[in-house]
């Protein structure tokens, strides 16, 4: 049977490297010791290579990518002034200003590390199989707009020991001048630049989403037009938190029975269906998009699913109620169409009939089990019940909050991009969703 399997991000290759392999500081202090800039410490190494050759960056810039105050940065400073590498500039347009950069000494060891690494990641590739190459996948994109708990709660009344016992969601991102479909281009974009294949090779684009732009185009036609993959045909599922689960089960029989390069994305602005004056939904849901390429294999790579719904609990969580206005009409509903959801319902359904969904498809050798990110509890729950240990279940729902579609492909890139998945590794994982409809759903496949 043709299975499924990811393309190669070769551009991401060097941060791959870091996260999998533990001792790179080590190998690069090492050659830094041997080399002529051996005055230097491995953290200065990186606060060079965080100012950069090509743009005079001030402190507060510089301090931000490294992640660390612009005091701590000052200290570092002040020593690579000393020792040549780095001086201060006075901005020309604003002489207040004062911007960092590299002395001449500073960009030869500037180049002299960029080599370094891309001859590091050579000397790997030429020691990878092609399984291990395509090992390197990944892609998602969150909005830039934070939301903390903290900011919430000067909205509504909450506040974060309230949010993040009860659910484990400490922050969220939230669009601010993008739609669903932006989110999902964005994806399709990394996609289609890190696999090294162009728009026109794709058979098909799936997108899985709750919030489209529109009840029509669907987004995934508004992705395939953006990337001009004129050759895919596109469509959307509507599965709600299980929708990246049913869409990938779609596009695994795509592939199946012939077709050869597919994309499916989650993608969410669940920020437009959200009653912010209401603490219920308002703290637990927020933005994002992710996704993954599918290629035709000769290796089996999906092993197991079990797709459920139960339409007769359908009220228990809904969103979008679109009114007739029609003269003709006489409308009746009281619904809305913000999301709306019995918490209790969802609770019980999520510990007894996706509890059970899973219990038949885990298998005691698997590695991983992704769970839709709606809340810590639950997980914790699920794993008790199902008596899988609890560090075997993958989760980030504490910096995204929940992501519906989105949730699930959102972790397995953050997952693969930490080392802690490796694709091409033939580790064993389960993917579950579980959410509107009612709908859920498991799929058992090895990366």
């Not at 000052?74 to 200003?97: F, H």
């Not at 969150?142 to 939301?147: G, I, L, Y």
């Not at 991102?173 to 696999?195: F, G, M, P, Q, Y």
Request: hydrophobic share 35%.
């Amino acid at each position: 049977m043709d299975g499924a399997q990811m393309e190669p991000n070769l551009e991401t290759i060097n941060d791959y490297l870091v996260s999998v392999f533990n001792d790179i500081l080590t190998i690069e202090e090492s050659e830094l010791k041997k080399s002529q800039f051996n005055d230097l410490s491995i953290t200065e190494m990186h606060t060079i290579e965080a100012i950069g050759m090509y743009k005079k960056k001030t402190s507060s810039e510089v301090a931000k990518e490294l992640s660390i105050t612009v005091g701590t940065l000052t200290v570092a400073i002040n020593n690579l002034v000393k020792k040549g590498y780095v001086e201060r500039l006075r901005s020309e347009d604003d002489r207040r200003v004062v911007k960092l950069g590299l002395t001449k000494k500073g960009k030869l060891l500037f180049r002299v590390h960029q080599h370094f690494h891309r001859e590091m990641v050579k000397n790997i590739l030429n020691g990878m199989d092609k399984a291990e190459e395509k090992a390197l996948l990944k892609a998602r994109y969150v909005p830039e707009n934070k939301v903390s708990n903290q900011l919430l709660s000067t909205m509504m009344d909450t506040s974060d020991e309230w949010i993040s016992s009860r659910t484990g969601i400490r922050a969220r991102n939230i669009v601010t001048d993008e739609n669903t479909s932006d989110l999902c281009t964005k994806v399709a974009e990394k996609l289609l630049k890190k696999s090294a294949k162009k728009a026109s090779d794709l058979d098909f684009i799936i997108v899985a989403t709750m919030t489209p732009d529109y009840g029509t185009p669907s987004v995934a036609c508004l992705v395939q037009g953006n990337i001009s993959a004129t050759k895919a045909f596109a469509f959307d599922i509507s599965a709600a938190c299980s929708g990246f689960v049913y869409a990938l089960s779609v596009a695994e029989k795509l592939i199946r029975t012939g077709k050869k390069l597919g994309m499916v994305i989650g993608g969410e602005t669940l920020s437009k269906v959200i009653d912010w004056d209401d603490r219920t939904t308002a703290v637990l849901f927020g933005d994002g998009a992710a996704g993954i390429l599918l290629e035709a294999s000769d290796e089996q790579h999906f092993f197991n699913e079990k797709l459920q719904a139960d339409g007769q609990r359908a009220k228990s969580l809904t969103s979008g109620y679109v009114k007739n206005q029609s003269p003709f009409y006489k409308e009746t509903s009281d619904s809305s169409g913000y999301l709306q959801m019995n918490g209790r319902d969802i609770y019980d359904f999520s510990l007894k009939d996706v509890t059970k969904n899973l219990s038949d498809i885990v298998e005691d050798d698997v590695d991983y089990l992704l769970l839709h990110q709606a809340n810590k509890r639950i997980i914790e729950k699920i794993s008790k019940k199902i008596n899988v240990p609890r560090e075997k279940f993958l989760t980030n729902m504490e910096q995204n909050g929940n992501t519906s579609a989105a949730s699930i492909p959102l972790l397995l890139d953050e997952s693969v991009e930490n080392g802690v998945l490796k694709l091409g590794s033939n580790q064993k994982i389960v993917l579950t969703g579980y959410g509107g409809g009612l709908t859920w759903g498991s799929i058992l496949l090895t990366l």
